[in-house]
């Protein structure tokens, strides 16, 4: 009963670096999601899938790009790290879109510190 | 100001006590979550509710849709209840993108 799998769980890149946040669900789930927590702040959405093939800006989509590369894998990149995206990142899935009696489920997190 | 307000930011319990977190809303809503974390771990939804009450084990969710306010209710508080509790709404047409409170840290002394 793995649910949503996110890899790697912690993570110290340099300025400037890339890196590609992988995240995999077993529940054959259309809606995919990734957000970012910082402290004192809530949960923000930086990008989404609707479905496989898809993908849509969220609240703080800049410095992020994201593959949606089949409908089981949702990935989010950072091309050029800042000390700025230092977060914990949550990746979520639920089954569609669009229908409210859904809830969502997250995965682990991955601990991301930029120095 | 923040569409999704939660109350108080911190708590501190003794096993055993009554425990009240109250989230407030200010947009209009399709559902509202709750949602567990614990130290350094993953959420976990707790309650989905639309409208009314929902209980499990010693947890209790209600909401009133016309005062836009949901509180979580926990019975008999134990130290494993220590974690974060976050208030999400979910708004009509959002395709699904939830609006998330900053939440409530609750430690419960034994």
């Known amino acids: 009963n793995a649910g949503v799998t996110q890899t790697p769980k912690f993570q110290v890149l340099k300025t400037g670096q890339s890196m590609t946040l992988q995240c995999a669900q077993d529940?054959?789930?259309?809606?995919m999601y990734w957000y970012r927590q910082d402290p004192g702040m809530g949960l923000r959405l930086i990008y989404y899938?609707?479905?496989?093939?898809?993908?849509d800006k969220g609240e703080v989509p800049n410095g992020y790009n994201v593959s949606r590369l089949n409908k089981r894998e949702f990935s989010l990149r950072l091309e050029s790290a800042a000390p700025s995206q230092t977060s914990v990142y949550f990746c979520?899935?639920?089954?569609?879109?669009?229908?409210?009696?859904?809830?969502?489920?997250f995965g682990d997190g991955t601990r991301l510190s930029i120095l | 100001k923040n569409e999704v307000e939660q109350s108080p930011q911190n708590l501190t319990a003794q096993e055993g006590e009554f425990i009240t977190i109250n989230c407030s809303y200010s947009?209009?809503?399709?559902?509202l979550h709750w949602l567990q974390q614990h130290p350094g771990g993953g959420i976990v939804s707790l309650f989905m509710?639309?409208?009314g009450k929902k209980k499990h084990g010693r947890l209790i969710a209600t909401i009133n849709i016309q005062e836009k306010h949901s509180s979580l209710h926990i019975t008999a508080s134990h130290p494993r209840d220590s974690a974060v509790y976050i208030c999400?709404?979910?708004?009509?047409?959002?395709?699904?993108?939830?609006?998330f409170g900053k939440g409530t840290k609750l430690s419960v002394k034994p």
């Open positions: 947009v209009g809503i399709s559902a």
């Open positions: 509710l639309s409208s």
């Open positions: 529940m054959n789930h259309n809606s």
């Open positions: 999400a709404v979910l708004r009509p047409g959002s395709q699904g993108n939830l609006i």
């Open positions: 899938s609707a479905s496989e093939g898809t993908t």
């Open positions: 979520a899935s639920r089954p569609n879109i669009g229908v409210s009696n859904q809830p969502q489920h």
